[in-house]
T-cell receptor
Framework: SAVISQKPSRDICQRGTSLTIQCQVD?????MFWYRQQPGQSLTLIAT?????????ESGFVIDKFPISRPNLTFSTLTVSNMSPEDSSIYLC????????????FGPGTRLLVL | QKEVEQNSGPLSVPEGAIASLNCTYS??????FFWYRQYSGKSPELIMS????GDKEDGRFTAQLNKASQYVSLLIRDSQPSDSATYLC??????????FGPGTRLSVLP
């Protein structure tokens, strides 16, 4: 497995602002993933972030709204831009420490409330 | 559209009973299957993975896979109140991303 930390753990933001969420892993991993979990819902993949390449976004998610950085093999950031109340959610990063997407382990999540 | 379906619950079982959680999936190319447990306010944690037809046991947990029926289940024996959580089924086809089901809420009554 892997030890994953996220910052911030929670935040309350105003409409129209942006928030950057950090994800740190205790070991080098090729693939990192960003998910959203809206209240009472399951996990929806936002994008896959590989070091050294552009993030791959899932249908319904765009880079302008959710820019992602992956500067090295242990760190990634997700920015939620120009926020609206509909962005209120839990944002989770996950990693596949074995490579090949054989499994995923999740960070503790960032709880975001947009007023 | 690749789909993973689960009964949303809540599924209530008495302490000590067997809890049976079910999951069906639409993509016949799926090769890897996972069960995650998510306590309220926490992130999902991996319980079990299964890749071949049949049963796989790990302590009180047994995962069952039937690829012909596109069905995977999780049995929890001797259920405890601490097992009360939402259980997420996740499915992955080769080279593809995980697809998560909506989750089943389990409540184990003391």
């Amino acid at each position: 497995s892997a030890v994953i930390s996220q910052k911030p753990s929670r935040d309350i933001c105003q409409r129209g602002t942006s928030l950057t969420i950090q994800c740190q892993v205790d070991s080098q991993v090729t693939m990192m993933f960003w998910y959203r979990q809206q209240p009472g819902q399951s996990l929806t993949l936002i994008a896959t972030a590989n070091q050294g390449s552009e993030a791959t976004y899932e249908s319904g998610f765009v880079i302008d709204k959710f820019p992602i950085s992956r500067p090295n093999l242990t760190f990634s950031t997700l920015t939620v831009s120009n926020m609206s109340p509909e962005d209120s959610s839990i944002y989770l990063c996950s990693v596949d420490p074995l490579g090949g997407q054989e499994t995923q382990y999740f960070g503790p999540g960032t709880r975001l409330l947009v007023l | 559209q690749k789909e993973v379906e689960q009964n949303s619950g809540p599924l209530s079982v008495p302490e000590g009973a067997i809890a049976s959680l079910n999951c069906t999936y639409s993509d016949r190319g799926s090769q890897s299957f996972f069960w995650y447990r998510q306590y309220s306010g926490k992130s999902p944690e991996l319980i079990m993975s299964i890749y071949s037809n049949g049963d796989k046991e790990d302590g009180r947990f047994t995962a069952q896979l039937n690829k012909a029926s596109q069905y995977v289940s999780l049995l929890i024996r001797d259920s405890q109140p601490s097992d009360s959580a939402t259980y997420l089924c996740a499915v992955k086809a080769g080279g593809q991303n995980f697809v998560f089901g909506p989750g089943t809420r389990l409540s184990v009554l003391p």
